[in-house]
């Protein structure tokens, strides 16, 4: 029932790592390339040289992004290895479908994405004010949808919960009162 903040600048690649937030991750035998490349086959694609970079990209490190922030990302790389701005959004959908990445709450009228695959199923808090994301686990929360869904006879696939508010920074009351005010 850890709760944190994510804002990873790690660039490890490990794929068995602890997350910045600390929501922690699943071990997996396939690296998310290997993972993307299965997939592709099922639908009968192959795994491109610019889907396997963008793939590296995104799962080398765990924060959440939209396609624009990715498409930023690659474009600062010095190495060459470029990827054109439709295939990163055809690409975006492919490893949503493919169960590795799901949308999180949009932020300004963007999809926010986050890594699906090696990571346990946890939600998030947002803050309405500074925008901030803040993931947490908690398994009563898991066992009472479970619950819920096997009450309905309903087979789920998966859930998303968001709960909207205000951070602990931004509902702190201000430290100094109003100029005006230390005059008396």
Not at 65 to 85: K, N, Y
Not at 110 to 126: A, F
Not at 137 to 156: C, K, P, T, Y
């Amino acid at each position: 029932m850890s709760s944190a903040v994510l804002k990873s600048t790690n660039r490890d690649t490990s794929y068995e790592r602890k997350a910045a937030d600390d929501v922690g991750t699943l071990a997996t035998n396939v690296s998310p390339v290997e993972k993307c490349r299965e997939f592709l086959a099922t639908k009968g694609f192959r795994m491109t040289r610019e889907r396997s970079i963008l793939v590296e990209e995104i799962f080398s490190d765990h924060e959440h992004f939209d396609a624009d922030g990715i498409i930023q990302r690659l474009a600062q790389r010095t190495d060459g290895r470029r990827v054109s701005r439709s295939t990163i959004y055809r690409a975006l959908s492919l490893l949503e479908e493919a169960g590795m990445l799901r949308k999180v709450a949009r932020q300004d009228g963007r999809d926010v994405y986050e890594h699906d695959y090696g990571y346990p199923r946890h939600d998030h808090m947002i803050c309405r004010k500074c925008q901030r994301l803040i993931e947490f686990q908690n398994m009563r929360i898991h066992d009472l949808v479970d619950e819920i869904a096997a009450e309905h006879g309903f087979r789920m696939e998966g859930h998303r919960l968001e709960v909207y508010g205000l951070c602990a920074a931004c509902s702190r009351p201000p430290q100094s009162r109003h100029k005006k005010l230390n005059l008396l």
